[in-house]
């Protein structure tokens, strides 16, 4: 619950920052493309530490 009440709190802060050089369609595409990015970046590292987890059972 505080990351997201985080989030949207940086977001009225870095919004108008960003709108003064970006077009709103370029901010939207900025901002989710970063949080999908780091989605897929957590949701690799994840992954990679279970099969990691898995070898280290299956080899004890």
Do not use: D, N, R, Y
């Amino acid at each position: 619950m505080l990351l997201k009440s985080l989030g949207f709190a940086l977001g009225f802060v870095a919004a108008p920052i960003i709108l003064e050089v970006l077009s709103l369609a370029k901010m939207v595409w900025v901002f989710h493309g970063s949080l999908i990015s780091a989605t897929i970046v957590v949701l690799i590292f994840a992954a990679g530490m279970q099969k990691k987890g898995q070898k280290i059972s299956h080899s004890a």
